[in-house]
């Protein structure tokens, strides 16, 4: 089974520019979800995606970052403008089962990031 | 608000050693709390998920304990190895009212070196 792809793994931009980051989870898995990890912290919620709606997005900063999920599967991230304090690894992660209230009971399988550097 | 603390930031320890690492959680309203590895460079694999109706569940080498009550889990390494070395985290994901389910809230990690 492939796991959750993420592209690009690195990318360095200056601020105020824009990014976007690219996600495809884990075939059939209903779940999707976006995280960012600053250098020595634990991953914080970004966005959880169910099928193509959006489930929470209460720490997303809606000013800059905005995120979709085009037909319940791939998703992307975008950053614009970027700031210095942006710099940090997203990682996306998807979780299995079209039971919405087990979504919680299942493991989270996570892609292996997208390390951003606005300079 | 929930907050989980991991203790000790970093571990070093010589090969075969056995060890412990902690996680400690604010709010025992939890519907599970889950153990990940984060390899350098990489994205996170998870080890080992416990159910709040749970007390440990063990993988090879691993044990990870779980005490709701006191908000505290505990990673056991046995026989540790340097393929080991790697960041570990634990994450809760808290219970709502109603019988929902929070989003994964995560500690800073455990920082481990397995020396030779």
């Known amino acids: 089974e492939a796991g959750v792809a993420q592209s690009p793994r690195y990318k360095i931009i200056e601020k105020r520019q824009s990014v976007a980051f690219w996600c495809n989870p884990i075939?059939?898995?209903?779940?999707l979800y976006w995280y960012q990890q600053i250098l020595g912290q634990g991953p914080k919620l970004l966005i959880q995606?169910?099928?193509?709606?959006?489930?929470?997005d209460s720490q997303l900063p809606k000013d800059r970052f905005s995120a979709e999920r085009l037909k319940g599967v791939d998703s992307t991230l975008k950053i614009q403008p970027a700031k210095l304090e942006d710099s940090a690894v997203y990682l996306c992660?998807?979780?299995?089962?079209?039971?919405?209230?087990?979504?919680?009971?299942?493991?989270?399988?996570f892609g292996p990031g997208t390390r951003l550097t606005v300079l | 608000k929930q907050e989980v603390t991991q203790i000790p930031a970093a571990l070093s320890v010589p090969e075969g050693e056995n060890l412990v690492l902690n996680c400690s959680f604010t709010?025992?309203?939890?519907?599970?709390l889950q153990w990940f590895r984060q390899d350098p460079g990489k994205g996170l694999t998870s080890l080992l998920l416990?159910?709040?109706?749970?007390r440990e569940q063990t993988s090879g080498r691993l044990n990870a304990s779980l005490d709701k009550s006191s908000g505290r889990s505990t990673l056991y390494i046995a026989a540790s190895q340097p393929g080991d070395s790697a960041t570990y985290l634990c994450?809760?994901?808290?219970?709502?009212?109603?019988?929902?389910?929070?989003?994964?809230?995560f500690g800073k990690g455990t920082k481990l070196s397995v020396k030779p």
């Open positions: 992660a998807s979780s299995g089962g079209a039971r919405a209230p087990l979504a919680g009971a299942r493991e989270q399988f």
């Open positions: 075939s059939g898995h209903a779940t």
């Open positions: 995606f169910q099928n193509n709606g959006v489930v929470d």
């Open positions: 709010d025992s309203a939890i519907y599970n």
């Open positions: 416990i159910q709040s109706s749970q």
């Open positions: 994450a809760v994901r808290p219970s709502r009212y109603g019988g929902s389910q929070g989003n994964l809230i």
